[in-house]
């Protein structure tokens, strides 16, 4: 059974630092992109950012909202991804998923970690 | 960026109901799209990928249809667990959007 669950969040003011974890287990992590979602207060899903795995340098794509201020990498021995993020915004405010991407389904998101709230406020 | 709408934005049914909820992008996406499911308080959850082919272990009565700009998730017969937000998302090219979401309540 596939489980991701993400961990680091918290209450952090306007300017701050804040690192989110997600482990992995149930696939083999090294074989998957992975990517980090977020949904603000009441409202929908954003795309926040993806790395990609090993055989394509793990390189990774950011929206233009994040881009700049958050960084994801991921330790394929420890089967974790991260999500440094920086110069943090109230509008930054969310619960933070992190989801497994499947390629041989269009790169849709299969599977998502329960998530971890982030709140910026002063 | 590609636009991602959905039609229409909540959406009230009786249990036994056939619900169809659209979403277009807004501009061609193959059929690099996902429909997800989130219900309150829980990670968003996949029934569709590939516009039309149906996650191992979710029920028939979930149905996807379309390609290019132009999609359709259809549940032939609501029950109670489906009560829920359902997502559409494309994956063609960066950055994935997400469309707003189809709230569906029990009428």
């Known amino acids: 059974e596939v489980q991701l669950v993400e961990s680091g969040g918290g209450l952090v003011q306007p300017g701050g630092s804040l690192r989110l974890s997600c482990g992995a287990s149930?696939?083999?992590?090294?074989?998957?992109?992975m990517d980090w979602v977020r949904q603000a207060p009441g409202k929908g899903l954003e795309w926040v950012g993806r790395?990609?795995?090993?055989?394509?340098?793990?390189?990774?794509e950011y929206a233009a909202s994040v881009k700049g201020r958050f960084t994801i990498s991921r330790d394929d021995s420890r089967s974790s991804v991260h999500l440094q993020m920086n110069s943090l915004k109230t509008e930054d405010t969310a619960v933070y998923f992190c989801?497994?991407?499947?390629?041989?389904?269009?790169?849709?998101?299969?599977?998502w970690g329960q998530g971890t709230q982030v709140t910026v406020s002063s | 960026d590609i636009q991602m709408t959905q039609s229409p934005s909540s959406l009230s049914a009786f249990v036994g109901d056939r619900v169809t909820i659209g979403c277009r992008a807004s501009?061609?996406?193959?059929?690099?799209l996902g429909w997800y499911q989130q219900k309150p308080g829980k990670a968003p959850k996949r029934l569709i990928y590939?516009?039309?082919s149906l996650q191992s272990g979710v029920p028939s009565r979930f149905s996807g249809s379309g390609s290019g700009t132009e999609f359709t998730l259809t549940i032939s017969s609501l029950q109670p667990e489906d009560f829920a937000t359902y997502f559409c998302?494309?994956?063609?090219?960066?950055?994935?959007?997400f469309g707003p979401g189809t709230k569906v309540e029990i009428k």
């Open positions: 590939a516009a039309s």
């Open positions: 149930g696939f083999t992590f090294s074989d998957h992109y």
């Open positions: 998302a494309q994956h063609n090219s960066y950055p994935v959007t």
């Open positions: 501009q061609g996406i193959r059929n690099d």
């Open positions: 790395i990609r795995k090993k055989t394509n340098r793990y390189t990774t």
């Open positions: 989801a497994r991407v499947d390629d041989s389904s269009g790169y849709t998101l299969a599977d």
